[in-house]
Structure formats: C-alpha cells, structure tokens
C-alpha cells in the first residue's frame, strides 16, 4: 500500500512539471493550510526568539499570528496586486504596526517565509526537479508580498508623521473667538513660507465659519520675519479684507517693523498697534463696544 501511494505521488509529482506557475502556487499553498498549526506555531516561536514581538502578550501574539498566517496564505494563492496590496494595508495598519517598527515588521513576514519554505523543501526533497519550481513559485509569491509589506508600513508611518504634523500646525495656530466677530490670532516660533501659507488658511476659514469682522494677529512671539514671510503677512491682511473682515497686527518687533519698510510694504494698508491689549481694545471700539464701569467699581474708584 505504502508503494502504491508513493508511485501515485510520484505520477502526480511528474504531470506537475507541465503545470503552470498557478496550479504550483495552488499546491503549495494547499501544503500551507494543511500544516497550518504545526507551521505556525514555528512561526511564532522564531519571531519569540528573535524578539520582534516583546510589546504583545503570547495571548496576543497568538491571536495576531492566526490571523496574520491566514491572511499571508490567502495573499500567496490570490497572487493578484490588489490582493498582496490588501494584506499589506492590513497589516500595516492592524494591532502589529502599532507595537513595531518598519524592520521589525518586515522581520516578521521574512521569517514566516522562511518557515514556510522550509517545510515546502522537506515535503517536496524527494523530487528535485518539482522541489526546485515549487520553491521558485514560492520565492516570487512572497518577495511581491515582502516588497508590498515594507512599502505599506513606510507608506503608513508617512502617513502617520503627516497627521501628527498637521495636528501640531493646527495647535501652533490657534483662532480664538473671544466674542462675537473678534477673533485672535496669536502666534509664535519661527514662520516659514509653508507655516506661513496654513496660518492663512486657518485664518480665512476661521473668518468665513464665524462671520468674524475683526481679526487680531499677535506676532510678540515671532523673533524675525523674512521678506518672503511679510510678503504673505500683507497678502493675509488683504486677503481678509476681501472677506469682510479687518485685521489688527500687534506686538511687531523693531526688526519686523524694519523689513516691511525695506521691503517696501504699504503701511496704510495694514493696521499696527504696539500689544496685544491694545490690539483687542482697538477691534472692540470698532465693533462698537465700549467698557461700562460697574456701580462697585465706581464706588471703589471713588473711595481712592
């Protein structure tokens, strides 16, 4: 009996060697969810003992690479770009991406290959000649795979560091309404052409969301300005007043003040006051308020 199978397995061995790369990948991958616990568990104790997992628990880890294992194989037989893309994406964004990092994660899939071949190798030792495609099918499955993986988690870290940025610019530049159609703007650090663009931004949607009509910019904080800079300051205060709103800039520096004048800048369009305090009390007489001393207040003034 045990001869018969062999000739059958050895006839069935043969035929492959006019099969397609397809009907290989159909094989091998049959061979993987056949040895799928035995091959996993490997799996998870080389990524163990390489310590590419230390921030999951084996609960965790266990859990993560069932999932991970299925999806790699389903991956492999799909063999279409979209489907080692969808893997990728998935592993990149999934419970892995947020414990390790870009090489660590590629160390991972790199060592799931190397167990999977390595069964494929015993499996298939006794004929060369199909060991030798099956192996070759295999290697060009998992390196798209590999390849898909890297790039998907640098895409995913890029795209995480974007959002970080993007929060931090939106805390740099902070609109606030103090009351009705006042806003201010105060901002500090270094200002470069790129800053300098999304303070606009927010400056203009802050005006159109809240129907402002005054908007004071506060630049105390800011230590210098290029001419480049202070070309986009002016183009902002002019770029509000087409939306109906004024703007007040205070707490210029003597070296700012310096540069729109070399620079050549029409001061008539742009309304300066010394600080911040000055500022505000300016854009609330335009607004027409006005400050009312209650009747304690007056009492104590009187009693000085």
Same mark, same amino acid.
């Given at each position: ?150 790039? %998907?988690?640098? &895409? !995913?870290? @890029? #795209? ?9 610019? =939106? $805390? ?105 305090? %000055?500022?505000? &009390? !300016?854009? @609330? #007489? ?9 009747? =304690? $207040? ?7």
């Amino acid at each position: 009996m045990a001869q018969a199978n062999a000739r059958g397995e050895n006839t069935r061995l043969t035929q492959t060697r006019t099969e397609p790369a397809s009907l290989l990948i159909r094989e091998l991958v049959a061979h993987l969810r056949e040895h799928r616990v035995e091959l996993r568990e490997e799996w998870v104790r080389r990524v163990t003992e390489a310590r590419l997992l230390t921030a999951l628990s084996e609960s965790e880890s266990m859990t993560n690479s069932a999932i991970i294992y299925d999806q790699y194989v389903d991956a492999l037989e799909a063999g279409s770009r979209d489907a080692v893309h969808e893997f990728a994406r998935t592993l990149a964004t999934g419970v892995i991406a947020q414990e390790v990092e870009t090489d660590k994660a590629l160390g991972i899939i790199l060592l799931m290959g190397d167990v999977s071949r390595r069964s494929l190798r015993t499996k298939y030792q006794s004929n060369v000649s199909l060991m030798n495609r099956i192996l070759d099918a295999f290697d060009e499955a998992t390196n798209r795979v590999s390849i898909a993986v890297a790039v %998907g988690f640098v &895409e !995913q870290r @890029e #795209r995480t560091i974007r959002e970080q940025q993007e929060v931090l610019q =939106e $805390l740099s530049t902070p609109v606030l309404q103090v009351r009705d159609r006042l806003l201010i703007l105060p901002i500090s650090g270094v200002i470069d052409p790129l800053r300098a663009r999304r303070i606009t931004e927010h400056i203009l949607r802050a005006i159109r969301s809240t129907r402002a009509k005054v908007i004071v910019i506060d630049i105390t904080g800011v230590a210098a300005m290029d001419t480049g800079v202070a070309n986009h300051l002016v183009q902002t205060v002019e770029a509000s007043r087409l939306l109906g709103a004024s703007v007040i800039v205070t707490g210029l520096s003597p070296e700012i003040a310096q540069t729109l004048v070399r620079i050549g800048v029409d001061l008539t369009k742009m309304n300066t006051v010394g600080d911040l305090q %000055g500022g505000i &009390e !300016q854009a @609330e #007489r335009y607004l027409g308020y006005s400050v009312v001393m209650t009747t =304690e $207040l007056q009492m104590e003034a009187n009693a000085r």
